[in-house]
C-alpha cells in the first residue's frame, strides 16, 4: 500500500532541488501534488517529468492573494489538502552584497525574510484554514541547519530560518488547542546538494575545492542528496508520523552532534 495513497499535497518551491525531490516521492507513494513555484516555466518542465500525479501551478509564496486563491483552486477541484509543505526558500546570496549583520542593507534583510519567514507564515495560515473541514493534515516547514546555529555572513537567512522553526511550534500548538489533528514539523537539513550551493561554489576552476572545504567539517563528510530529504518529508507527511507535531528534525549528515565526529 503506498504511503500517501489518495493524499492532496501542495508543495512550494518545486522547480527544483528539494522541492522537486519531495513531489517526486510524494507522487510515487500515492500522492497527487500540486508543484508549485515561483517560475511557472520551470514547474511546468518539473511537472511533465514526474508525470502522472503532479500539477503544475506558479505560486510566489511572498504573495497573499495567490496562496489564497491557490489553496481555493485545489479546493475547488479534490475538496481537500492533507499535506503543505512550505519548502520555497532563498539565500539571498545570489548578490555580491554583504549580508553579515553589520553591512546588509535592510532592503536585502526584507528580502529574505520576505520568501523565507513571511512565505512559511502565509502557508500555514491558508493551509490551516483548508485542512479545518476535514480536521486533519499535515505541515512540513522547511528550516534549516542555518535555524539553529548563527550564519554570519548570511544573518538575513539565519535569523528566517530560526524564525520558520518557532513558528512551527507555534502552527503545531494552534492547531492542538483547536482541536484539529493539523500536525506541524520544522526540517532542518544542511548542506544538500543543490542549486542553491551554486551561487557559493562558482564556476571556477577551485569549485571542486569549494565544494569539499563546504563539507569537510561534517561528520559524514559528504553533501546530503535531495531524495535523503524527501524520504524524512514523506514519513512527516504520512500517517506514519500521526503522533509527531511540533517536533524539529535535523538532515545534516551529524553536523549539529557536535563537532566533526568522524575518526581523523
Ligand atoms: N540545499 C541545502 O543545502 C539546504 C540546506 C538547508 C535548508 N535548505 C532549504 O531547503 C529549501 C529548498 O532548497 P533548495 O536547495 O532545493 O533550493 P533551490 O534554490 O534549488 O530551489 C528553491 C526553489 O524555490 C523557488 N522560489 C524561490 N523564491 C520563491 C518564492 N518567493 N515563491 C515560490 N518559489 C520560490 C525557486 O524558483 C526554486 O525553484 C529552502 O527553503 C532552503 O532554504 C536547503
Redesign the pocket.
Known sequence: MPRLAGKIALV????????AAIVGAFVAEGATVWL????PA?AAREADAVGHGAVAAT????DEAQLEATFAAILARHGRVDIVVN?????GLDTPRPHDPENASLADWRAVLA??LD?VFLGCKYAIRAMRPTATGSIVN?????GLVGIPGAAA?AAS?AGVRNHSKSVALWCAQQRLQVRCNSV??????????EAMAGRGSDREAKLAAMVADSPLRRFGT?DEVAALVVYLASDESAYVTGSEFDIDGGLLAGSAASPG
Not at 512550494?12 to 528539494?18: L, R, S
Not at 522547511?142 to 542555518?146: E, I, K, N, T, V
Open positions: 512550494t518551491g518545486a522547480a527544483q532541488g528539494i522541492g508549485t513555484d515561483l517560475d520551470a505560486l510566489d509564496v511572498r519548502n520555497a526558500g532563498i539565500t520568501t523565507n512565505g522547511m528550516s534549516s541547519r542555518s537567512y530560518k532542518h537539513p544542511a548542506a544538500i546538494l543543490t542549486p542553491i550551493w535531495v
